[in-house]
């Protein structure tokens, strides 16, 4: 199969400069300066295809955005290598820089705030040297599935925190991008803009049969658009595979939840882990083995108007595995 992104072994150890309080201490720093090392990322490899969007997750500080910026060429890793599209990222040849782009939802544009959109999109085709036929597909399409046409001619800095991140996707994709590196493309975002951003990422991946790696703190996002996840945590990658495998091996538990048909008051905690009740309705925690008996022990023992059994949120079964690891 084709490899679109292929990290070796990747390493990425900061240097710090660090000194004691005090005038005197100040002073000295000037002329002879103590570091220390922070390892951001140590020994992480993998590989993606195209066509396939990979959630990249992790705690806060775990190496996600620092890893983004080495295959993106931002950064030229401590050690190890890496290979996106055939070329060396940081080495940041031309042909490298059109096919890729890296898109932050902390910062969606970064150019001149007096620019109109579509001046900023033809700044981009410059820069880029997209061909005009080139570029009039490219924007008829980012705007149908962004929702564009009324934005074009408003200044960047009059737009909402959802309009700057739909035109600074339309912004990094008006060259058509092979690969994208998406770091919380959803944070700050209405419901009604991150459910029109997940669709166009999923759309942009099947149509372009583009590479994505996506990092995000919402598992919602993580949940429609990834069959696959990587995780790392301190540095290090601890899992890499199909996110259904993961949560169908390593959650003990099913939650069930259970309406009565009337009001009552049963002991819930004969049942299972209570994680919610009323006189109307339960949640409850129970092993994966004790699913089957404690089902018909509450459809013979009271009178349930409704019972479904689900999988615990993928949150607590992330923070599980950022906690104690993956066994």
Not at 17 to 32: F, N, T, Y
Not at 230 to 257: F, Q, W
Not at 296 to 320: A, F, G, H, M, Y
């Given at each position: 199969?084709i ?27 000037l002329?002879?300066?103590t ?45 190890g ?46 820069i880029?040297?997209v ?25 960047m800095?009059a ?15 008006i ?43 919402y ?72 699913v ?12 349930v ?23």
């Amino acid at each position: 199969m084709i490899e679109t992104v292929s990290a070796q072994n990747l390493s990425m150890t900061y240097r710090a400069p660090v000194r004691s309080e005090g005038l005197k201490a100040a002073a000295s720093s000037l002329v002879r300066r103590t570091y220390r090392e922070i390892p951001a990322v140590h020994d992480i490899s993998f590989s993606l295809q195209p066509g396939q969007i990979t959630g990249f997750i992790g705690p806060n500080g775990a190496g996600k955005t620092t890893t983004l910026k080495m295959l993106s060429g931002i950064l030229h890793p401590t050690s190890g290598d890496a290979r996106v599209l055939g070329h060396q990222p940081w080495v940041r040849k031309p042909a490298f820089l059109r096919q890729i782009a890296m898109i932050r939802g902390s910062q969606p544009l970064s150019g001149p705030s007096e620019l109109t959109v579509m001046d900023d999109l033809r700044l981009q085709q410059l820069i880029y040297q997209v061909p005009e036929h080139s570029f009039h597909a490219n924007l008829d399409r980012l705007a149908g599935m962004l929702g564009l046409g009324p934005l074009l001619d408003r200044q960047m800095r009059a737009l909402s925190l959802g309009e700057r991140m739909r035109c600074g996707i339309a912004h990094a994709l008006i060259y058509g991008p092979q690969v994208l590196f998406l770091d919380e493309p959803t944070i700050g975002m209405d419901v009604s803009v991150v459910e029109l951003m997940r669709g166009f990422i999923r759309d942009y991946c099947q149509e372009a049969d583009a590479t994505i790696l996506l990092t995000s703190h919402y598992m919602a996002d993580i949940e429609q658009l990834c069959e696959r996840v990587i995780l790392i945590n301190h540095g290090t990658l601890v899992y890499d595979g199909e996110l259904k495998a993961l949560s169908t091996s390593l959650s003990p538990d099913k939650d069930i939840r259970v309406r009565l048909a009337a009001p009552s008051e049963p002991d819930w905690s004969r049942f299972g882990e209570v994680l919610r009740s009323t006189r109307l309705e339960a949640s409850l925690r129970v092993k994966q083995a004790d699913v089957l008996p404690v089902t018909r022990r509450l459809l013979s023992q009271l009178e349930v108007e409704d019972l479904s059994i689900t999988e615990p949120p993928l949150e607590n079964l992330i923070d599980r595995i950022y906690r104690e690891g993956v066994a």
